[in-house]
């Protein structure tokens, strides 16, 4: 356990430095019980952190795939724990209304706990997309540190070296390893945000959009949609960044290496950059049939796409009030539930498990006409197998299984099934803003804000249940594994 304290001392020294620029912010408007809060938290955070770091520095750290899972799961959970203290102090609200805003930020879900945003600081606006941010790249860590490597639900890569060195030969190594993702996240960070500056956005509106949009997490700066900035060019760069975020690391490492005879086998993107226009055009058809005139074709395209890609991403952004909730409920839930691509910062089930049980649906329909018909071993990149196939179902069950547990808790306050289940979808999924979408077109749906102690708890849950893959921590909860 020691590689797990060590970590994890690593990534809370992070936090503590983070907290460093919003405080600055706070300074610069004059808000001086913020620099209080978040310099305080800061200092005590950093403190122990280190004082952990240097206890451990000399001792051995080995990081197995058992200590790995546990340390995943320390890591969504004591984040948020720390991350909501300044969030407490600042705005002056209770620790679990700050808990929930901070473990929707770290777990890119994007649900607030605000009812609106014009009387919250910049300095914890900035706050919350930097969490958002840092949860990005704790995603992009930890699945191929840990989740990767462990072949953790069949999210695995033959080609995941490409990405850094090291990471294919087991789990000892610290945060470090992640030194060629976080250098890659960085760059995709700064071409965003100049984009956005360019296009037109006020720079620090641009920042936090930003943020959020790497991590294709949710929050906005601001009240209001993406309307509010009457910048068509900004939406443009936010729909391709989306898509950046919820397509796979590893297909992104091919692309800058052009190792173009990896590239075509690498099918799971190109499928979720198809299903994007699909939706997109579905999206163009719903906007210009609710506003009964026509639209210009590339106006409606765009928005078409943008809301398509942050559906997909489940990142969340609406171009317009209630243009996520355009498609029929059951559509935009399965997407939801779908997500993007494995080894990306989006969440959901994953496009790659969705290929792989429709792969060997299949092979099963086929076996039942010609019982000796030889099957690929292969699907794209991946190597098929049975055991690569047990671990997916599993993956897939958990997820169904997580989701309707916390439908049912959800139900208890919430007016009806349909609310409950996109609550529960848009906790999992790491889509906040969905279910509020919804809301918008059913007053009688609570937001947030509104939610008992009951139901944040388990919005809570379900949001780093989400993060984690649940069949690992189901795996931690096994005796067996606490007596191995």
């Known amino acids: 356990m020691t590689g797990v304290f060590y970590l994890l001392s690593q990534a809370l020294a992070v936090l503590a430095v983070a907290m460093l620029l919003p405080a600055g912010i706070a300074s610069v408007e004059g808000e001086y019980e913020t620099v209080e809060a978040f310099l305080l938290t800061a200092i005590l955070t950093g403190f122990g952190a280190g004082a952990a770091i240097l206890a451990l520095r000399d001792l051995p750290r080995q990081l197995r795939r058992t200590t ?3 340390f995943m799961a320390a890591l969504w959970i004591a984040i948020p724990l720390v991350a909501a203290i300044p969030i407490m102090a600042a705005e002056n609200i209770s620790f679990l209304s700050a808990l929930f805003e901070a473990a929707s930020g770290f777990t890119t879900t994007g649900a607030t706990i605000f009812p609106s945003l014009g009387g919250v600081s910049r300095a914890l606006l900035f706050w919350r997309a930097e969490l958002q941010w ?6 992009l860590v930890t699945v191929l540190m840990v989740i990767a490597p462990a072949r953790i639900g069949g999210l695995s890569n033959p080609n995941i070296g490409l990405v850094g060195t090291g990471i294919t030969h087991g789990l000892n190594r610290s945060l470090f390893t ?5 250098a890659a996240y960085i760059a995709a960070t700064l071409i965003c945000l100049g984009a956005l500056v360019l296009c037109g956005i006020p720079a620090f509106d641009a920042l936090c959009l930003t943020l959020s949009t790497i991590s294709t997490g949710g929050f906005m700066p601001r009240d209001g949609m993406l309307a509010v900035y009457q910048r068509p060019a900004a939406e443009a760069v936010l729909t391709l960044f989306m898509l950046v975020g919820a397509t796979s690391i590893v297909w992104h490492h091919m692309i800058f290496r052009w190792r173009w005879t990896l590239i075509s086998s690498h099918r799971e993107s190109y499928w979720l950059v198809g299903a994007t226009i699909l939706l997109g055009f579905a999206y163009a058809s719903a906007f210009t049939h609710r506003s009964g005139t026509p639209e210009p074709i590339f ?9 398509g890609a942050s559906l997909i991403s489940t990142t969340g952004y609406q171009p317009s009030l209630g243009d996520i909730a355009a498609l029929p409920a059951a559509v935009i839930a399965f997407v939801a539930v779908v997500g993007g691509g494995g080894l990306s910062t989006s969440g959901g089930l994953k496009f790659f498990r969705i290929g792989a049980m429709f792969v060997q649906s299949i092979h099963e329909l086929q076996r039942l006409a010609y019982p000796h018909r030889v099957r690929p071993t292969q699907f794209g990149s991946q190597t098929y197998d049975i055991d690569l196939m047990k671990t997916i179902w599993a993956s897939a069950i958990c997820c169904l299984a997580t989701i309707s547990v916390a439908a049912v808790v959800l139900s208890i306050d919430l007016p009806n099934l349909e609310s409950a289940a996109l609550a529960a979808i848009s906790g999992f999924s790491n889509i906040g803003p969905l279910y509020p979408a919804y809301g918008e077109i059913n007053p009688g749906w609570p937001v947030y804000a509104d939610f008992t102690i009951p139901s944040r708890l388990a919005m809570i849950a379900t949001m780093i249940a989400g993060r984690l893959e649940i069949i690992a921590f189901i795996s931690l909860l096994s005796v067996a594994y606490w007596r191995r």
Request: glycine content about 26%; proline content about 4%; hydrophobic content about 50%.
């Open 299 to 307: 106006a409606a395209m765009g928005n078409g796409l943008f809301t």
């Open 134 to 139: 840092l949860g990005g790249l704790a995603t």
């Open 178 to 182: 992640g030194r060629p993702i976080a």
């Open 68 to 70: 790995g899972l546990t």
